[in-house]
């Protein structure tokens, strides 16, 4: 069975959802804080004065959150390299009885998900400082924009707090911002980081199952609407250990004995991860080479471009911005107004996918629901 990221993307969507729940729950605690009283002449004191309340229903949002996501990322982490690992050992029937029960045999995994996991707690930990700020920050200015607004005479008090909040449910809270100065979305950062750990999870408990069994070739898969980073490896085979670089290589064949054959080697497994196999969102798999036995695919034509596979991408980041406007507004007529613009997005995603053939993956679509 070959291996992939994509094989432990459930897991990670797991991890993403707890963190899209918590940011709901937040949003929904800022809009009940600041439309209490929104009518009282005496609003922006009380709201100023609710400051610390808000802040420790904050905390303990955020520290549910942090233990939650430790312990979910520690196992998600786990079940990715088993699945990796179980995925060598469906692979490996045609070797030999030896071969075949060494890959079988149970290997040590804790430094290995220790390790992954770590790297992810690590990298999601400033998220969570974020999240404190950030809430905080949108509500002192909510009460800043909507008590100057009257003053002004551009809006009034609620409609002021209105587009305030609308504005923070469109961008919600940022996750990271990289190198470029572009803001994550908090679920898109959350679960780009873990499926990032866990699918190479489960490359190398593939990977240390072929090593048990003495297997050192790898192929690569031709994915649906690949991206160019992707395009020059595949359908190629490699090898998980040695230099990098293209050879040919003579090695035994898997299953008969005395025969030796030519093969062509594209690279190194890590040199094509190094250059972007594998990366998350990457719908590539690979699978034991076995020498004499295994074939090479034939090459399929794709569905769409890759170019179409983010477009959808972005009508389904509408889809969920348009549901947190609904989940923010202040009113049932603000509600209406943004659950009817969910909806044409929708419609556009429909006439994509029809269009395309590219399969519509409505989960992606929806809001995680606070637990």
């Not at 149970?106 to 390790?115: E, G, I, K």
């Not at 873990?194 to 994915?223: K, M």
């Not at 094509?272 to 020498?291: F, Q």
């Amino acid at each position: 069975m070959p291996v992939s990221a994509a094989m432990a993307e459930d897991l990670a969507a797991a991890v993403a959802d707890l963190y899209e729940a918590a940011e709901g729950v937040l949003i929904q605690k800022i809009r009940r804080a600041l439309a209490e009283g929104i009518d009282s002449p005496v609003w922006v004191e009380l709201k100023l004065a609710a400051l610390g309340d808000l802040r420790a229903a904050i905390d303990e949002v955020l520290a549910a959150l942090q233990t939650d996501a430790t312990g979910a990322i520690a196992q998600a982490v786990a079940e990715a390299y088993e699945r990796g690992q179980q995925a060598a050992v469906a692979e490996l029937g045609a070797l030999g009885v030896g071969q075949a029960a060494a890959a079988a045999e149970a290997l040590p995994t804790a430094s290995v998900v220790d390790r992954l996991a770590a790297a992810v707690v690590d990298d999601t930990r400033p998220v969570h400082l974020r999240m404190l700020r950030q809430s905080m920050d949108v509500y002192r200015d909510v009460i800043a924009r909507a008590s100057a607004a009257p003053v002004l005479g551009a809006q009034t008090r609620q409609q002021a707090a209105q587009s305030a909040l609308d504005q923070f449910a469109d961008k919600g809270i940022t996750g990271f911002v990289d190198r470029s100065g572009r803001s994550w979305e908090l679920r898109s950062y959350t679960e780009m980081a873990t499926r990032s750990a866990v699918g190479r999870a489960a490359v190398e408990g593939h990977s240390d199952r072929l090593a048990a069994a003495d297997v050192d070739l790898v192929l690569v898969s031709q994915a649906p609407e690949e991206c160019k980073l992707c395009r020059p490896w595949e359908r190629k085979i490699l090898a998980r250990t040695g230099e990098a670089g293209a050879r040919e290589v003579r090695v035994e064949h898997a299953t008969e004995d005395d025969e030796v054959v030519t093969v062509k080697v594209a690279g190194s497994l890590e040199e094509a991860r190094s250059a972007g196999l594998m990366h998350p969102n990457c719908r590539h798999t690979v699978s034991a080479y076995l020498p004499g036995v295994s074939r090479i695919p034939e090459e399929q034509p794709s569905r769409g471009t890759y170019e179409d596979t983010q477009k959808q991408r972005y009508l389904e980041r509408q889809v969920r911005k348009w549901k947190r406007r609904a989940e923010a507004s202040l009113d049932e007529q603000g509600a209406k107004a943004a659950r009817a613009r969910v909806r044409e997005y929708q419609k556009r995603i429909r006439e994509l996918t029809t269009e395309t053939g590219l399969p519509r993956k409505s989960h992606r679509e929806q809001l995680t629901t606070a637990r």
